[in-house]
């Protein structure tokens, strides 16, 4: 079974609807084949400073630690074939004992995150970590976090919760067996990744119309109502901030409240005028992206008769 038609500890808070990343549509598409996953910067920021937490927490707590399946790698195979895990790392202390550790890096420590030292972990971790002692069958798994901004480093501790773990294995086989097994897809949601998964899934043939029934026209009056009222916090929020920037004036902000940053000055590729100058070299180094669909709403509340 391939690494893509298993569900890894990276998906599970997907899945369980707990991500502020990702949706359960995002894993579906990507276990089908019809997505890839993309890096951003904050995973390539939390692969650079992985190694120093590792090493920190390390020195910290008197340990040795060895680093576990890189995403290259085969992952770790669970109990049932399809659960799988890529921990960050191995902890090996004075005698017998072993545990997990997994590294993260964040810009800060918001509400989510409890005192260093405790188990209060944000949700998507938590579960995360949960999947790695269910996977590798193991009672410990800590977790060590550095906070970009304030330069802050946390360390949590999470022991094995038989009753929880078995419950979320449960919910993901479930999952799994309707979703993965037998193709369905998802819940239609709000997520970026339900909207691309269906342009995938849905090509245009054509351009003829489709007859609207009752339940398309309530739909369409939600969603107008829905944008008008969006359009309207939007106006009202942006007032707000810049009243606040007003006052900010030329300080870099309100203690407690808000800042107003300055952003360095960035070089810009002309790529209009790179083309004309270089039609053969542009040429060369172009490539076609896969063609989409973009949703533009016309319904407007007047009568269409």
């Not at 937490?53 to 195979?77: F, L, R, T």
């Not at 999952?175 to 819940?187: L, N, Q, R, S």
């Not at 909207?195 to 339940?215: H, M, N, W, Y």
């Not at 309207?232 to 409240?257: D, F, W």
Request: charged letters at 30%.
């Amino acid at each position: 079974m391939s690494k893509q038609a298993t569900i890894g500890s990276s998906s599970i808070g997907a899945l369980l609807g707990l991500s502020p990343w990702a949706s359960p549509w995002d894993v579906w598409s990507r276990m089908h084949g019809l997505t890839k996953s993309k890096g951003t910067f904050s995973t390539a920021r939390g692969h650079i400073l992985e190694p120093a937490i590792g090493a920190h927490y390390a020195k910290m707590n008197g340990v040795s630690i060895e680093k576990g399946p890189e995403y290259e790698e085969d992952p770790i195979i669970g109990p049932e074939p399809w659960m799988h895990a890529r921990h960050d790392f191995t902890v090996t202390a004075p005698g017998p004992a072993k545990w997990l550790l997994e590294v993260k890096s964040t810009r800060k420590f918001d509400h989510k995150w409890g005192k260093s030292g405790s188990s209060n972990v944000p949700p998507y971790y938590m579960a995360q970590c949960i999947w790695q002692m269910a996977v590798l069958d193991v009672d410990r798994c800590d977790l060590a976090a550095f906070a970009t901004i304030s330069d802050e480093y946390r360390c949590y501790r999470i022991n094995r919760n038989k009753e929880l773990e078995d419950k979320i294995v449960g919910l993901a086989r479930d999952w799994y067996k309707k979703h993965i097994e037998g193709g369905a897809p998802p819940e239609i949601d709000g997520s970026d990744g339900c909207g691309q998964s269906l342009a995938i899934i849905f090509r245009q043939e054509s351009k003829d119309f489709i007859e609207p029934t009752e339940e398309h026209m309530v739909m369409a009056k939600e969603l107008l109502d829905i944008r008008e009222r969006y359009s309207t916090l939007s106006a009202e929020k942006g007032e707000i901030e810049n009243r606040l920037k007003n006052e900010i004036g030329s300080s870099y902000g309100i203690a407690g409240v808000a800042i107003w940053t300055e952003s360095k000055a960035r070089n810009k590729f002309d790529r209009k005028t790179f083309e004309s100058d270089n039609p053969d070299l542009a040429k060369k180094y172009t490539t076609k992206t896969e063609p989409t669909r973009t949703f533009r709403f016309q319904y407007t509340g007047e009568s269409n008769e």
